[in-house]
């Protein structure tokens, strides 16, 4: 499970918990990328920035890291979670 919020500043705050495993927060920044986004967190991938390609359905985000498929957002209006 992964869930993040986006500031209009493009700091991002979230948390992640993997399958079987403890939630962990994290935050950090993001920033617009020729087809999708980029995005940095202390907390994940020992700082290193990660790119994403992100095509766009309605509310359905589908997010392709090194062009393989990556992972299915749903944008949700607010902060709903109180990242």
């Known amino acids: 499970m992964f869930r993040t919020y986006v500031t209009p500043e493009l700091a991002q705050r979230g948390s992640v918990r993997p399958l079987g495993g403890a939630e962990l927060r994290f935050s950090g920044t993001i920033r617009a990328a020729e087809y999708g986004f980029c995005s940095v967190s202390p907390q ?3 700082g290193q920035e ?5 095509w766009r359905d309605g509310t359905t985000l589908r997010t392709y890291w090194n062009g393989t498929a990556w992972t299915t957002m749903t944008i949700q209006p607010g902060n709903p979670h109180g990242l």
Do not use: G, I, P
């Open 44 to 46: 994940l991938r020992n």
């Open 50 to 54: 990660r790119c994403f390609e992100v």
